[in-house]
T-cell receptor
Framework: NAGVMQNPRHLVRRRGQEARLRCSPM?????VYWYRQLPEEGLKFMVY????????ESGMPKERFSAEFPKEGPSILRIQQVVRGDSAAYFC?????????????FGSGTQLSVL | AQSVTQLDSQVPVFEEAPVELRCNYS??????LFWYVQYPNQGLQLLLK??????LVKGINGFEAEFNKSQTSFHLRKPSVHISDTAEYFC??????????FGAGTRLAVHP
């Protein structure tokens, strides 16, 4: 049973380009969470999605960032017109159900570097 | 609003010595607390969690943590560390469902 898969592992973009980060949750998991880790900081919650629904996007920047989790396929975190400040590690996590007692499984992350 | 403060950014320790990684939290609602470990180039793994019940929580790899409500602390301890425990450790509090608020992390460096 594969874990949470994120790709690519490393993504390099120039300022103004678009970045697309993919996350395939564990098999049987329908809840996906995206977190961002800036250098020397802890992870910061961005967005919580269930299949085809955004449940909580309170941590998403108001502009340029969007996320989706379609009925089929991986969850996508999309960053338009990237800036240097978007450089960070982006982690995806999944769980089988909602609830604080549900175990959260993390992927290995995508390291985004903006030149 | 909930927050987590990890009091030490780095903790060096010799192999087989005991270690304590400190964590203080602030929460105005029911408190659910977690410790995660991050090995280089990997995602986070759950070490242990406190949801309710006994204030002493045992986790994987010989780690344990004690929930202290009066001191708003959830310190992580291990009586004897190994080189393989070298990693970054994150304390977190739940902001509801699996929305976690993380501390800035503590880098544990175990030396031979």
């Amino acid at each position: 049973n594969a874990g949470v898969m994120q790709n690519p592992r490393h993504l390099v973009r120039r300022r103004g380009q678009e970045a697309r980060l993919r996350c395939s949750p564990m098999k049987g998991h329908s809840h996906v969470y995206w977190y961002r880790q800036l250098p020397e900081e802890g992870l910061k919650f961005m967005v919580y999605l269930q299949k085809e629904n955004i449940i909580d996007e309170s941590g998403m920047p108001k502009e340029r960032f969007s996320a989706e989790f379609p009925k089929e396929g991986p969850s996508i975190l999309r960053i338009q017109q990237v800036v240097r400040g978007d450089s960070a590690a982006y982690f995806c996590a999944s769980s089988q159900r909602e609830g604080v007692d549900e175990k959260l499984f993390f992927g290995s992350g995508t390291q985004l570097s903006v030149l | 609003a909930q927050s987590v403060t990890q009091l030490d950014s780095q903790v060096p320790v010799f192999e087989e010595a005991p270690v304590e990684l400190r964590c203080n939290y602030s929460s105005s609602v029911s408190v659910y607390l977690f410790w995660y470990v991050q090995y280089p180039n990997q995602g986070l793994q759950l070490l242990l969690k406190y949801l309710s019940g006994s204030t002493l929580v045992k986790g994987i790899n010989g780690f344990e943590a004690e929930f202290n409500k009066s001191q708003t602390s959830f310190h992580l301890r291990k009586p004897s560390v190994h080189i393989s425990d070298t990693a970054e450790y994150f304390c977190a509090v739940s902001g509801g469902y699996n929305k976690l608020i993380f501390g800035a992390g503590t880098r544990l460096a175990v030396h031979p």
